[in-house]
């Protein structure tokens, strides 16, 4: 069993003898000690790993009949970007089974080359995108 796990027994357990007997406890083992001690076992325990942005693209329900004269700047673009080691991943996302895709979701290594990405992508200009939004990501567990 985990020190958080036990600790938070602990504070179930309190929390029935103040149930059970209205009587208060002693303050060595005041609930607000308790929490605390499960909040600094958790945190503790647990480190974030690299901090990347996510980037999502809205696309029209006509991408694949549109894009055909911006597809080679926008996938060059991102390719500049994967080089520089700033633009992971990428690519098209829908429902399961797409046939045509509703979006994109990119990851990206910072903030500011996502919103370069964005300023500076044909998709963009020539209305293929409807509407996006940078989220950032903590990364706790990765494959090594």
Not at 17 to 29: D, E
Not at 111 to 116: G, H, L, N, Q, T
Request: charged share 20%.
């Amino acid at each position: 069993m985990t020190l958080a796990f036990a600790l938070a027994g602990r504070a179930l357990s309190a929390f029935a003898f103040v149930a059970s007997t209205g009587r208060k406890l002693p303050s060595s083992t005041h609930l607000s000690h308790i929490r605390t001690q499960i909040t600094r076992s958790y945190s503790s325990t647990t480190t974030l790993g690299a901090t990347q942005f996510v980037l999502h693209y809205d696309y029209i329900p006509e991408v694949l009949e549109k894009r055909g004269p911006y597809r080679e700047g926008h996938i060059g673009l991102l390719k500049e970007l994967a080089a520089e080691g700033k633009c992971l991943l990428g690519g098209p996302s829908g429902p399961v089974g797409m046939e045509v895709p509703t979006g994109a979701l990119f990851v990206f290594t910072d903030e500011e080359s996502a919103k370069i990405f964005v300023k500076d992508d044909p998709y963009v200009e020539a209305g293929i995108v409807t509407g996006h939004s940078i989220t950032e990501w903590n990364v706790v567990i990765e494959k090594e």
